[in-house]
Nanobody
Framework: VQLQASGGGLVQAGGSLRLSCVAS????????MCWFRQAPEKQRELVAA???????NYADSAKGRFTISRDNAKNTVYLQMNSLKVEDTAVYYCNAGITTAWGSRRTWGDYWGQGTQVTVSS
């Protein structure tokens, strides 16, 4: 199983970015799908999470500005980030709880993408 994140970049404060993360492999189900971020010299923190049925959870810093969504048919999670601030600068990681399928065997694991850099300039 692999998670491939994309969509990061350099944007001015007040701008927007949309991150995407695609899961691939022998996937039976994915729950939840999340975005974390890690700024320099800070701990990794949860930004947003979404369950299979669409229930969402956001960090206080993301509420009202970020929107997490998913396309279950495409095994993809998105993070729409609006009104970006300099303090949103970080490496953003997608994370997912994935149940893999091998014949009749089901195995759950916690998977991470490679990270995508988001830089917000003032």
């Amino acid at each position: 199983v692999q998670l491939q994140a994309s969509g990061g970049g350099l944007v001015q404060a007040g701008g927007s970015l949309r991150l995407s993360c695609v899961a691939s492999g022998s996937i039976f189900s994915i729950n939840p799908m999340c975005w974390f971020r890690q700024a320099p010299e800070k701990q990794r923190e949860l930004v947003a999470a979404i369950s299979t049925n669409g229930a969402t959870n956001y960090a206080d810093s993301a509420k009202g500005r970020f929107t997490i969504s998913r396309d279950n048919a495409k095994n993809t999670v998105y993070l729409q980030m609006n009104s970006l601030k300099v303090e949103d600068t970080a490496v953003y990681y997608c994370n997912a709880g994935i149940t893999t399928a091998w014949g009749s065997r089901r195995t759950w694991g916690d998977y991470w993408g490679q990270g995508t850099q988001v830089t917000v300039s003032s």
